[in-house]
């Protein structure tokens, strides 16, 4: 029996209305349009009419699907959640644990039913009616929730550690009807809803730099930096964009008085350099260094405000206008994640 290509299970998606895009392993295969520095990194979905926007690239069009394949024939497959469907994303046995155990605990049992896909990793993957409600990593130990602009890797693509192939299970393709979150999993998804958009956290302008608040999120950022992984140990391109991230909070940070500018690049010169960054790519580093230090400026913070400490003296409250939690860089929402 031979196995459908790539190419016709691309098509045989797009045409039941997936929208479908190029993977290498689980990570879009397109380059990315728009890198750190560029005002448009993070922000644009496609709306420059390029390509290179992650899951904003996943297509119906079968002319499209058609010319990636002939140029990546064995590229893999993602399909795009949160319009036909959404999916439990369920991590192999311990993830299984979790989901059955919520629902033993709340669920009374119900199966989830629908299409069902065998991950190249051990997991699984259940398609369910799309719910509208967003994405959530770990919404259950070893179980992640991808809906709207998250995709999933589909057969018959390869898991790129393991080199085993993503598989419906039999009698449970895409064309079963779709199972249905359970109760308990959607109340959980709903309740940590909020979570997603915090709060603009009021800061204050301490009266020197060196303050203890700034000490400890340099301490954090540059570790973060220092254990980025580089190509070839991972996610490929990790370290140039944590390194922005990083680089760009700690500006903030000297721009609102906290840090000590010639500290801060000091030491963001010294973690680039533990990641092997600045060995490899000098130049391109100096370049991240500059552009994160300019929009960083751009943006002061001070060190957040307790809610029942008064503002005196010198202080002054400022509003944030680029906040970034600063223990949890933001991930770029166009490379969807996978793992
Ligand atoms: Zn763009």
């Not at 809803?193 to 915090?198: I, N, S, Y």
Request: hydrophobic share 35%; aromatic share 4%.
């Amino acid at each position: 029996m031979t196995r459908p290509s790539p190419l016709d299970t691309a098509l045989g998606y797009a045409a039941r209305g997936v929208p479908v895009l190029p993977l290498r392993g689980k990570l879009p295969l397109l380059p990315a349009a728009h890198q750190p520095g560029d005002p448009l990194y993070q922000q644009c979905r496609g709306q420059c009419g390029k390509q290179g926007h992650g899951v904003h690239d996943a297509t119906l069009d079968l002319d499209q699907l058609r010319a990636w394949w002939q140029r990546w024939p064995r590229a893999n497959v993602g399909l795009r959640c949160g319009i036909g469907f959404d999916v439990i994303d369920v991590d192999g046995e311990q993830g299984r644990h979790s989901l059955q155990r919520l629902l033993a605990e709340h669920g009374g049992g119900v199966p989830i039913g629908g299409p069902r896909v065998r991950t190249g990793s051990g997991g699984w993957h259940l398609y369910v009616a799309p719910t509208g409600l967003p994405d959530q990593i770990g919404v259950l130990p070893s179980v992640d929730y991808r809906a709207a602009d998250r995709y999933v890797v589909a057969p018959p693509s390869r898991h790129p550690s393991t080199g085993q192939r993503y598989q419906w299970v039999p009698g449970r393709e895409l064309d079963a009807p779709l199972g249905e979150i359970p109760a308990a999993l959607r109340e959980r998804l709903t309740l940590r809803q909020p979570d997603r958009q915090p709060a603009p956290v009021l800061t204050v302008r301490p009266a020197e730099p060196d303050h203890p608040y700034g000490r400890a999120v340099l301490e954090a950022e540059t570790a973060h930096i220092a254990g980025a992984r580089g190509p070839g140990q991972g996610r490929s391109g990790e370290r140039n964009q944590v390194l922005w991230e990083a680089a760009r909070n700690l500006y903030n940070l000297v721009a609102g008085g906290v840090l000590d500018e010639a500290t801060v690049a000091g030491e963001l010169e010294r973690a680039a350099d533990a990641c092997g960054l600045l060995g490899d790519e000098p130049r391109q580093t100096q370049r991240t260094l500059a552009s994160a230090r300019q929009v960083g400026m751009a943006h002061p913070r001070g060190i957040p405000q307790r809610p029942a400490s008064r503002v005196r003296g010198h202080a002054r409250p400022n509003a944030d206008a680029s906040h970034h939690p600063p223990f949890h860089p933001d991930r770029d929402p166009d490379r969807a994640r996978e793992r």
